[in-house]
């Protein structure tokens, strides 16, 4: 309904905001966070897509691109990461995979 689907694009604003900002490295499985190397992010978002989705660790499912096109797409616009990984962690939050899963 339209009313789970706000809840849950609200649940996800927040739950990532202090995923990204927490230190405990359960968000970033790569080195260097600020880091905006496409194979990097690809690993990252694969890492991702296994917590949020449950999908296996298979960089080769065509939704991996797309949330790698969403990162480079917020990053040029913004110029910051943090904001690029905001928008990926929303998207796969908010990605029918999730709440199905």
């Known amino acids: 309904s339209v009313l789970f689907m706000k809840f849950l694009d609200d649940a996800a604003v927040q739950t990532c905001l202090g995923w990204i ?3 405990d490295g359960s968000f970033f499985e ?3 966070p600020g880091s ?3 194979d990097a992010v690809r ?3 694969v890492g991702l897509r ?7 660790r298979g960089a080769d499912d065509p939704l991996v691109d797309d949330y790698l096109d969403l990162f480079a797409t917020v990053y040029r616009r913004t110029g910051a990461p943090p ?4 928008a990926v962690c929303v998207g796969m939050f908010t990605h029918p ?3 199905m899963y």
């Open 97 to 99: 995979d999730c709440f």
């Open 43 to 45: 690993e990252n978002i």
């Open 36 to 38: 905006v190397d496409r």
């Open 21 to 23: 900002a927490d230190t």
């Open 50 to 56: 296994w917590q949020i989705q449950g999908r296996p």
């Open 30 to 32: 790569m080195e260097d």
């Open 83 to 86: 904001d690029a990984w905001h």
